[in-house]
């Protein structure tokens, strides 16, 4: 075969691979685009197993996401009952934002735990010219702080970082499984069970004195609220009941219920924030989520939930 036949063999075969490679990459997208997602909080605040080959970072667990930072104005402070606390969040253009949506009643809300889960406070800052502030109850150890907000214009977001509090520091026992828990006279009991990969229903029952709570007053626009901690990283996770006070159906209790997915085996601590004769209360339980395999769904990447 002379050059200039095997030259034209080559351009057709060249032209073919060329043709299938660009029908593929149409079809398959751009090296390293995105897949189209939902942006909604009920979403966000499942920790969710992320499709095969795609790593989906739980809430909490970053500084800096999507180009919003959560930078403390003092990363250390001192103990005590009212220990003033503030902080910025910048946005992709580096000034700080001012603009925030509001969800669930508040532009922005400021979990603040214990690194060894002996303390917990749900508080929602004041913002003054980009700068929130609040004060916090705090005791001598490294302190999560989790903000949970959705700047205008951008997706709903939790960012987290650490506050050291100084003075004599001891570290309280991991705290063993507990579905039971007592504050201010009310008994608080969770039934259902956490299963990696899979959505779970949780039961709160609430009583005070052994009688059912059946008047619970509404608390940021719902019955209560759901804060789960995974032990060891801190990673969060934030849901609402199913329903919401007034809408026909939803009763104000003895039970709250709450659908939740996490993403891995493993030891949870929940904290449910709940509001009775004007009084918000928080109950905590320490759960343990057992391994299970992937639904069929979940192998071809369908991780939808439902938070609410």
């Known amino acids: 075969m002379n050059n200039p036949t095997r030259l034209a063999g080559f351009g057709a075969v060249a032209a073919v691979v060329f043709g299938v490679a660009l029908l593929a990459g149409r079809a398959i997208g751009p090296v390293g685009a995105e897949p189209a997602t939902h942006d909604t909080h009920a979403e966000r605040t499942h920790l969710t197993p992320a499709p095969p080959g795609r790593t989906e970072i739980p809430g909490g667990l970053m500084t800096s996401q999507d180009g919003y930072t959560l930078t403390l104005d003092r990363p250390q402070a001192a103990a005590g009952s009212a220990v003033p606390v503030s902080f910025t969040i910048t946005g992709p253009d580096g000034a700080p934002v001012t603009s925030y949506d509001v969800q669930h009643e508040k532009q922005l809300h400021l979990i603040a735990v214990r ?5 917990f406070q749900h508080v929602h800052p004041t913002l003054t010219d ?3 502030s609040t004060d916090l109850a705090l005791t001598p150890g490294t302190w999560r ?3 949970d907000f959705k700047a205008t214009g951008g997706a709903a977001l939790t960012l987290g970082t650490d506050l050291a509090v100084d003075g004599a520091f001891e570290a309280a026992a991991p705290t063993e499984e507990s579905r039971t828990a007592t504050v201010d006279g009310y008994q608080v009991t969770l039934a259902g069970d956490l299963a990696a990969g899979a959505d779970a229903r949780l039961t709160l029952s609430i009583s005070k004195d052994g009688k059912p709570v059946t008047d619970l007053q509404p608390y940021l626009g719902a019955c209560g609220h759901l804060v789960a901690l995974r032990s060891g990283d801190l ?5 609402h009941p199913d329903g919401e006070p007034g809408d026909g159906t939803t009763q104000p209790g003895p039970d709250v219920v709450f659908h939740a997915a996490v993403p891995s085996a493993g030891t949870y601590h929940l904290y449910l ?3 009775h004769d004007g009084v918000v209360r928080t ?5 343990t989520a057992e391994g299970v395999a992937q639904s069929t769904d979940q192998e071809h990447g369908d991780t939808s939930g439902h938070a609410h």
């Open 273 to 275: 924030d709940f509001q």
């Open 283 to 287: 109950a905590a339980f320490t759960v």
């Open 235 to 239: 990673a969060y996770l934030h849901v």
């Open 130 to 132: 980009g700068t929130w």
């Open 115 to 119: 690194r060894d889960f002996s303390g």
């Open 145 to 147: 702080l989790f903000a």
